[in-house]
């Protein structure tokens, strides 16, 4: 594991994510099965500029060790804590890489939702 042994010990919570698998033929996704990850979870309102120039609002930061798998991308689903069902379900607008000390060892992800 290459996370900083603080942050893994700030990791208490969980989310639950789902890759996209494929898309219908209209362009929707649809996905995978899903996979449950070790997290910080933090409130963290942001203005991210999407697709077109649109505004995106996102409501939380997520730190995810760097060997967590699947690789969370933008696009993918995610659930906080307690929630589950796709009315719930989060798309990931914005993942950050935080490299690790070794060369080529992500140490971890901020992902934005």
Do not use: C, K
Not at 41 to 48: F, S, T
Not at 53 to 61: A, K, L, P, S, V
């Amino acid at each position: 594991m290459s996370l900083d042994p603080a942050l893994v010990a700030l990791q208490v919570q969980s989310v639950v994510v789902a890759s996209v698998s494929t898309r219908t033929a209209s362009g929707q996704p649809t996905y995978g099965g899903s996979t449950t990850l070790s997290a910080r979870v933090e409130e963290d309102y942001r203005q991210l500029e999407g697709p077109g120039g649109t505004t995106i609002t996102t409501t939380h930061r997520i730190y995810l060790n760097g060997s967590a798998s699947p690789v969370p991308d933008a696009g993918m689903r995610l659930w906080l804590p307690g929630e589950s069902g796709n009315t719930n379900a989060r798309v990931i607008h914005q993942v950050y890489t935080h490299p690790g000390l070794t060369a080529g060892v992500v140490d971890h992800y901020e992902v934005m939702v």
